[in-house]
């Protein structure tokens, strides 16, 4: 986690930032993963775990690093894609970091629980396409 830092963010909780300035297609980060069959996400759903799990291609996983504290945005910065051979999720910059700017990338989810207008939540891990891209 060379270069990046965990900070206190509202209203996610935590999330990493850069502790100097980036290029763009630096890799940023590489977490391995464990991975799980997708009937086992309906038991996560009741933990504080629902937030944090990923899924790529059908397959669920949890990412055992600080890549789980990579927050969501519409206009992201990274991107992370699923290494099949290491078995580790990559993050990687799509464009310059700026030292002090958050690290994010899009969760993809068709709906995001803290934007919707009204109804419960529906919640579940962030998705990415089946190349492993989000």
């Not at 504080?48 to 890549?67: E, K, N």
């Not at 709906?111 to 919640?123: I, K, M, S, T």
Request: some cysteine; charged content about 20%.
């Amino acid at each position: 986690m060379t270069g990046l830092e965990i900070r206190d963010v509202k209203p996610s909780g935590r999330g990493l930032y850069a502790k100097a300035d980036v290029p763009a297609g630096a890799v940023l980060l590489r977490n391995p993963v464990v991975d799980f069959p997708m009937p086992e996400t309906a038991a996560l759903e009741a933990t504080a775990l629902r937030d944090y799990y990923f899924v790529i291609a059908g397959t669920a996983f949890i990412c055992l690093g600080v890549g789980s504290l990579v927050n969501h945005s519409d206009d992201p910065n990274s991107d992370c894609d699923l290494d099949t051979e290491t078995r580790e999720l990559v993050f990687t910059a799509v464009r310059p970091i700026t030292a002090g700017e958050q690290v994010t990338f899009d969760y993809a989810w068709d709906e995001y629980p803290w934007e919707a207008a009204a109804g419960p939540v529906v919640p579940g891990g962030p998705s990415v396409d089946a190349e492993g891209t989000a």
